[in-house]
Every structure is written in structure tokens, then in C-alpha cells.
């Protein structure tokens, strides 16, 4: 079975420019969680969808970012316009409905390089 | 507010000698503790939880309700456990995770 996909694995932009990220949870996994690493700090929460429906966006920075999962598959995340202080890595994590609250699984991360 | 903290940055051991990650919460309701594990050039993957209370991988970690602790322990170190640690905090109707900074156990043969 797949694992959490995510594209790119990597994005070096300027700063001002729009980037979007992608996440292709885990089939079946009706929670779809966006996380950001910045250099240097801890992984935290972003938001939480369950199927298209945002269920928790309250750790978003900023109304630069824009998180969508249309159809309740595939999520993205947009940043616009990048600033340097969004550089960091990029996680998105899935799980199921049911069972285990807590049983997330990582995708790989994006690395976002804002310069 | 929900805070984990993991004190120490990097923590190096030899092959065979004990291990413990160190892991404080903060949360005044009932928690749900869980260690991640992130292997050099593989993705961030769940390495046990306290409500499993089982040994992965050797490792065990007990939930402290007085200290607010939960340590990683693992008698004997190997050095294929060299990784980065994350303890993470879980919290009843909030499925988000609140991640400690991580430690980095490098075992050296």
C-alpha cells in the first residue's frame, strides 16, 4: 500500500512568489493534518481536514496560507505571497477515521526554501 | 496550552549502553503520549504509544501522570537506533499533535 505522498519534495522561491504544495493522503484515511518544520524549532500543527471539511485550522500562521481538500482526496497548500519566514519543511500526515486518534502517518515533507 | 519539551538536543551513547530520551508535558486534561521516530533520509513514523504500553523495537516509555514525564528507554543501545526522537502530545477532541523539538540519539559503534 502507498504511503502519504507529497509534491514537490523540494521548492526554492523568492520571496513574494506563490508556491503550492500537495499531499496525497493514504487511501480510505479520511484526516489529512498539514505540519511545518522550521529550522531550528519544533514540528508544529497547522490544520486538520476530515474528508473536504476543515476541522481544526487554528495553528495557521497567516491568511498568506490557503489550505484546500477538494473532493476529500488530495489536499494543497498554498502560500502567497511567500515570505522568508516561511522557509522550513513541510509535513502532511493522514490517518483513519477510526480506530487509534493518533495513529498519523507521515508523508516524506516538502523543503521550502524562501530566498 | 499543551507544551512538550525534550531537553536535550543531542544525546550520544556506545553500542550497549542504556538509553533515555527525556520527554516533559504540559496539558491539564487526560493525554495521550506518543514517541516518533524519523530515520536518516525516511519519514517520521510512530514509534509507540502509552495507551499501547507495549516494547517496540526494544524501547519502552511509561506514562508519569505525577511528573508529567514520558521517557524512551531502552536497556541496550544499538547503533541502528541512531535517529531523530520526537515525543508528541495528544489530546482528547483535538487529533492535532503538539511535537517536542526532538532529540538526536547517535549511537557510536
Known amino acids: 500500500e502507498a504511503g502519504v505522498t507529497q509534491f514537490p519534495s523540494h521548492s526554492v522561491i523568492e520571496k513574494g512568489q506563490t508556491v503550492t504544495l500537495r499531499c496525497d493522503p493514504i487511501?480510505?484515511?479520511?484526516?489529512l493534518y498539514w505540519y511545518r518544520r522550521v529550522m531550528g524549532k519544533e514540528i508544529k500543527f497547522l490544520l486538520h481536514?476530515?474528508?473536504?471539511?476543515?476541522?481544526?485550522e487554528s495553528g495557521m500562521p497567516n491568511n498568506r496560507f490557503l489550505a484546500e481538500r477538494t473532493g476529500g482526496t488530495y489536499s494543497t497548500l498554498k502560500v502567497q505571497p511567500a515570505e522568508l519566514e516561511d522557509s522550513g519543511v513541510y509535513f502532511c500526515a493522514s490517518s483513519q477515521a477510526s480506530g487509534s486518534s493518533y495513529e498519523q502517518y507521515f508523508g516524506p515533507g516538502t523543503r521550502l526554501t524562501v530566498t | 496550552a499543551q507544551r512538550v519539551t525534550q531537553p536535550e538536543k543531542l544525546l550520544s551513547v556506545f553500542k550497549g549502553a542504556p538509553v533515555e530520551l527525556k520527554c516533559n508535558y504540559s496539558?491539564?486534561?487526560?493525554?495521550?503520549l506518543f514517541w516518533y521516530v524519523q530515520y536518516s533520509r525516511q519519514r517520521l513514523q510512530l514509534l509507540l504509544r502509552h495507551i499501547s504500553r507495549e516494547s517496540i523495537k526494544g524501547f519502552t516509555a511509561d506514562l508519569n501522570k505525577g511528573e508529567t514525564s514520558f521517557h524512551l528507554k531502552k536497556p541496550f543501545a544499538q547503533e541502528e537506533d541512531s535517529a531523530m526522537y520526537y515525543c508528541?502530545?495528544?489530546?482528547?477532541?483535538?487529533?492535532?499533535?503538539?511535537f517536542g523539538s526532538g532529540t538526536r540519539l547517535q549511537v557510536q559503534p
Open positions: 508528541a502530545l495528544g489530546s482528547m477532541g483535538r487529533r492535532a499533535l503538539t
Open positions: 487511501s480510505g484515511h479520511d484526516n
Open positions: 481536514f476530515v474528508k473536504e471539511s476543515k476541522q481544526d
Open positions: 496539558y491539564s486534561g487526560s493525554p495521550e
